[in-house]
Nanobody, 120 residues
Framework: VQLQASGGGLVQAGGSLRLSCAAS??????MGWFRQAPGKEREFVAT????????SYVDSVKDRFTISRDNAKSTVYLQMNNLKPEDTAVYYC????????????????WGQGTQVTVSS
């Protein structure tokens, strides 16, 4: 499995970005996005099932971020609106999610990460 993330950048608070993650190889059904801010642990951001019927978000991004996927293109997206400085982090797409306490905690496969920086 190979995951290629893109779409990060520098944006002002209140702005938007869309991240993309192109997958190749034999992928697992559910895909997800995680992020890691400087000095902090990596945290789950959003997940999506194969049919897109099930989506989950960390509370801090609900109503601002939307995860979607195009299975024909083997690509998962993360639309991020109303960005805040606290959203600044390296964002990773992930496949083969592993759960702890019902929450995505890790993954078997990771993309290389894309930097998102939100200025105030």
């Amino acid at each position: 499995v190979q995951l290629q993330a893109s779409g990060g950048g520098l944006v002002q608070a209140g702005g938007s970005l869309r991240l993309s993650c192109a997958a190749s190889g034999r992928t697992f059904n559910s895909m997800g996005w995680f992020r890691q801010a400087p000095g902090k642990e990596r945290e789950f951001v959003a997940t999506i099932s194969w049919t897109s019927s099930t989506k989950s978000y960390v509370d801090s991004v609900k109503d601002r971020f939307t995860i979607s996927r195009d299975n024909a293109k083997s690509t998962v997206y993360l639309q991020m609106n109303n960005l805040k400085p606290e959203d600044t982090a390296v964002y990773y797409c992930a496949n083969g999610l592993r759960y702890s306490g019902g929450v995505p905690a890790s993954a078997e496969y990771w993309g290389q990460g894309t930097q998102v920086t939100v200025s105030s």
